[in-house]
C-alpha cells in the first residue's frame, strides 16, 4: 500500500488542472507567488492535436492570458469536467488564485463566476495597458511580475471568519468531513454554514468538500505511480470504489485507472518545469 495518510492540505501547486499540463506542447511552466492569494503563476503552449483540454474543479479564479491573440478571461471553478476553449500553437500565462480569494479588482461576485469563462475587460475595466504589457511578454517570470506590480496594495475580498474555519477543516481532512461533523466542529448550524460559504464562495459546503476530495486525488495519482486506488478511496472517504469512480470520471473525465494510465504514458511530473 502507497503512503496517501500524510498528504499536506495545500498541494504542491496548490490546485491543480493537469490536463493544462498534459496538453502542453512543451513544459508548463509553474511559477511560485510570495503573494498568499496566488496560489501560482503557469505558461505553457498549447498542443490540441491530441484532443481537448479539459478544466476540472479546483475552486479557484484563475485569469488566463492569451498572448498569441492578445485577450484575456477571467475564469470561475468548474463543477464537474468542462472543455477549456483553448487554440492549438497559442501560447497562454495564467495566474490561479488561491482556493476561496476573490480579488477585490473584479467588478463582480464571486457567484457570479462559478462554471463560467468572462472577458477579462468585462471585469477589470481600464486594464487594457496591463493586457498589452503581459501578452507582449515573452517571458513568464517577468509577466508574474507585471501581475505582482498590478495587484500590490489592491485588496482582496475576505472570506468570513466562519466560512475560513471551516475549509481549513475541509483541507485538513481532504474533504471527508460531513455537514453535521462541520457543524460539531465549528459550532453553527447547517442553514448557517450554507449560506455563508455561499455568500463566500458561491458554492455549497458539500461541494466545496467533493472538490477538495477531487483535488487530493488527482494529486496523490500524480506522484505516487504506486498508489493503490482502492486504498485512496477508502482514505478520502468513498462508500466504495464504484463510487470513487463515478465521482472521479464525472470530476476529471476519466476514470482513475484511464488517468493514471494517461500520466504514466506522457511524463506528466517532468513536463512541470519551475522557473
Known sequence: MSDVSNRNPKTELGSEQPWFVLSAARHYDLITSQDPAISHFYSFEADQSQGLTFAIPDGCIDILFDCSAPQAKVCGTTLAARSADLTHQHRYFGIRFAMGVMPDFLQ?????????????????????????????????????????????????????????????LLRETHGNLKINDLETHTGYSRRTLQRQFAEDLGLSPKTFSRIVRCQNAIHDINRHTDVVLSDLAFDLGFSDQSHFQREFK??????????????????????????
Not at 118 to 127: D, F, K, M, Q, Y
Not at 251 to 266: C, D, I, M, S, W
Request: aromatic fraction near 6%.
Open 108 to 168: 463582480t461576485d464571486i457567484a457570479e463566476l462559478i462554471d463560467k469563462e468572462v472577458n477579462w475587460l468585462e471585469l477589470a475595466p481600464n486594464s487594457d495597458s496591463l493586457l498589452a504589457q503581459i501578452t507582449e511578454q515573452t517571458d513568464a517570470r517577468n509577466q508574474a511580475k507585471l501581475f505582482e506590480g498590478f495587484i500590490n496594495g489592491r485588496s482582496h475580498r475576505q472570506t468570513s471568519a466562519l466560512t475560513h474555519q471551516a475549509m481549513k
Open 250 to 275: 464525472k470530476f476529471v473525465n476519466a476514470t482513475p485507472v484511464e488517468y493514471l494510465n494517461k500520466l504514466q504514458g506522457h511524463g506528466y511530473q517532468e513536463r512541470i518545469r519551475r522557473v
